[in-house]
């Protein structure tokens, strides 16, 4: 039986995936370690809690020593929005925490690694529609600099160590358990708090603003899956790219409309405007279909239906 950690495991999808890994290997063999956010009863109540702070290596060691840990999904990250306004704690947490996961796990000969890269690792000069897996990588924002970074430090440690360290360049995550903490993808779940709640969001993005999205339940599945592929069968390791739907924050307010009539949005671009314009419209993501079978069940219509049924109850 798997014995895993999930770092950033009361964050907005470290929650979710603990809650899912611990009904597919048993509530005792996942660990969530969260570093300041009160963690839910839904977490305290179903298997172990620690709290660790990934960039202490020490912290790290004591939960890997003390559960036996043989997997790791280091979730624990600083967004694209906090980290432009805090860059040094976006390159402590994001490069020094996963260099700490990543030497831990050499030396604990453990079975696996998994790393949250982001479609930040793109930057206005990478082609904008249907972005290749093999592409211009150049961000602009810090948080996109230490996903690429992080994903070639990754890659070193599979080829220098044989070090099994899989990843995801994920899109904006729509989820209704746990809110995002600080990205500019965030619009999107915070729009449907304001509908049910004021009937009126007003949205830091422009209307006609484009980015590639994903339903939790989809990016959940996604990380597990790829987590059990047939590593024989993997050409790429922590650079997947990984889509569901492309919206704009317009088309998405339109959907939401449509099952509260009264909502209205108004559009107030602030600075992570310029970050969702460096980043693409829509994202090829064949080589995760190839690769290890990757294939997205929620669109946009499905999306919106079961999040305004989620939040009401
Ligand atoms: C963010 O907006 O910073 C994140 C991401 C796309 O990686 N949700």
Known sequence: MRKILVTGGCGQIGSELVMELRGKYGGNNVVAAGYKRNPSKTLLNSGPVEFIDVTNRRTVEDVIRK????????????????????????????????????????????????????????????????????????????????????????????????????????????????????????????????????????????????????????????????MEADLVRLKHHSNFNLTAMSFSAGQLAREIKKHIPEFTCVYKPDFRQEIAESWPRSIDDSAAREEWGWSPKYDLRMTVEDMLERLRR
């Open 67 to 226: 559960y036996e840990i043989d997997t790791i999904y280091h979730m624990a990250a600083i967004l694209s929005a906090v980290g432009e306004k805090n860059p040094e704690l976006c390159w402590n947490v994001n490069i020094n925490g996963l260099r700490n996961i990543l030497e831990i796990a050499r030396e604990y000969d453990l079975i696996r690694v998994f790393f949250p890269s982001s479609i930040a690792v793109f930057g206005p000069g990478t082609p904008q529609y249907n972005t290749p897996q093999e592409t211009i990588l150049r961000p602009t924002t810090m948080y996109g600099i230490t996903k690429v970074s992080g994903e070639l430090l990754c890659e070193w440690y599979f080829k220098r160590f044989g070090l099994d360290v899989r990843g995801i360049r994920y899109p904006g995550i729509i989820s209704s358990e746990t809110p995002p903490g600080g990205g500019t993808t965030d619009y999107a779940v915070a729009i449907f708090h304001e509908a049910i709640q004021q009937k009126r969001y007003t949205c830091f993005l422009k209307e006609d603003t484009v980015l590639p999205m994903m339903y939790m339940p989809d990016c959940i599945r996604a990380t597990v899956e790829l």
